[in-house]
Nanobody, 120 residues
Framework: VQLVESGGGLVQPGGSLRLSCAASGFTFRGYGMMWYRQPPGQEREWVAS????????NVADSLKERFTISRDNANNILYLQMNNLKPEDTAVYFC??????????????WGQGTQVTVSD
């Protein structure tokens, strides 16, 4: 299983970024996906989730006016569209999924993260 985030960078307040997460090593279209973020010096926090088909999404209440999660099951890519970015959105952004583990239970897989910095 491999999850590779991209699309982060330095952006001015009010700007936009679209993060991507390229997935491989599992049947992407069969599983829900999530975005988390970790601001500097803080705990990792949930940002958004999407079901396997993409038909249902959830975004943290404080972000739902500005962030959108989507997926391309044909190309195994997860997206996070972020608009009107604010300095408090500065964080490392991670994509993650939970897959069944051999023998029972489940395993969480994480990408390496992509840095988003919102600053003048």
């Amino acid at each position: 299983v491999q999850l590779v985030e991209s699309g982060g960078g330095l952006v001015q307040p009010g700007g936009s970024l679209r993060l991507s997460c390229a997935a491989s090593g599992f049947t992407f279209r069969g599983y829900g996906m999530m975005w988390y973020r970790q601001p500097p010096g803080q705990e990792r926090e949930w940002v958004a989730s999407i079901v396997s088909t993409g038909t249902n999404t959830n975004v943290a209440d404080s972000l739902k006016e500005r962030f959108t999660i989507s997926r391309d099951n044909a190309n195994n890519i997860l997206y996070l569209q972020m608009n009107n970015l604010k300095p408090e959105d500065t964080a490392v952004y991670f994509c993650t999924t939970r897959l069944p583990a051999t023998g029972g239970g489940a395993t969480d897989y994480w990408g390496q993260g992509t840095q988003v910095t919102v600053s003048d």
